[in-house]
């Protein structure tokens, strides 16, 4: 089984990283519904952007490679040398998580939010 990041079938490289992809397609998102309600300001429009797609545009074209698997390992190999594919690595919390819903009223507090309490029949904190 290849390591995430490469596909089973093809050896092929899979962007990933969605920790950068979702503010690049936010901030794509959020430009071109700027330039199409400039430009189409009569009509209505559906945009459709992929991460996919916008992280492939900024990280560019991909170098010729091959990914290969020598040695119980995953390897990328270029014109650049061989580079050996990294395991993810398991991250302990610190903490547990807090009950279902525990910080709700807290977070609506700070944002100032008095409609939601109210319809919940809760008052904010203070």
């Known amino acids: 089984m290849p390591p995430p990041g490469i596909d089973a079938d093809s050896g092929e490289l899979l962007p990933c990283g969605d920790a950068l992809a979702d503010p690049l397609t936010g901030v794509t998102a959020a430009a ?3 330039a199409a309600e400039a430009l189409l300001a009569d009509h209505a429009v559906l945009l459709d952007v992929s991460m996919h797609h916008v992280c492939a545009e900024v990280a560019g074209p991909v170098p010729p490679h091959e990914v290969i698997h020598r ?3 995953w390897w990328v190999t270029w014109t650049g040398g061989d580079v050996p594919v990294e395991l993810p690595e398991i991250r302990r919390s610190s903490r547990t998580a807090g009950e279902l819903g525990a910080d709700t009223w ?10 939601i309490a109210r319809r919940r029949g809760r008052r904010l904190p203070r």
């Open 32 to 34: 071109v519904a700027v």
């Open 71 to 73: 040695d119980g390992r």
């Open 106 to 115: 807290r977070v609506l507090g700070r944002r100032g939010d008095p409609g």
